[in-house]
Nanobody, 123 residues
């Protein structure tokens, strides 16, 4: 199973962007999915996670109220809608599939990772 992230790009502060992550198989539909990000020189950090059925979502404090995670299991795809983007949101965004049906903020709970998509927010 592979995860393919897409939709990143260069935007201005205050703009919106929606990134996607498509799985190559339906097996991930039983797992929680998460988005993480990594800025240059920094550790990878949790952004958002969603339960297998889309019923529960979790966000980091830095993106809560601006970002929305969602999923469409019929399309094997998870999304991250990012609004009111800030320069500090600049990073490579990674999607990941968890070993569990409900979301987690911990990197070690995720065993399948996509290749990442670059999001750059200019001031």
């Amino acid at each position: 199973v592979q995860l393919q992230a897409s939709g990143g790009g260069l935007v201005q502060a205050g703009d919106s962007l929606k990134i996607s992550c498509k799985a190559s198989a339906r097996t991930v539909s039983n797992n929680a999915m998460g988005w993480f990000r990594q800025a240059p020189g920094k550790e990878r950090e949790f952004v958002a996670a969603i339960a297998w059925n889309g019923g529960d979502a979790y966000y980091s404090d830095s993106v809560k109220g601006r970002f929305t995670i969602s999923r469409d299991n019929a399309k094997n795809t998870v999304y991250l809608q990012m609004n009111s983007l800030k320069p500090e949101d600049t990073a490579v965004y990674y999607c990941a599939s968890a070993r569990r049906p409900y979301g987690s903020r911990r990197l070690n709970d995720y065993n399948l990772w996509g290749q990442g998509t670059q999001v750059t927010v200019s001031s």
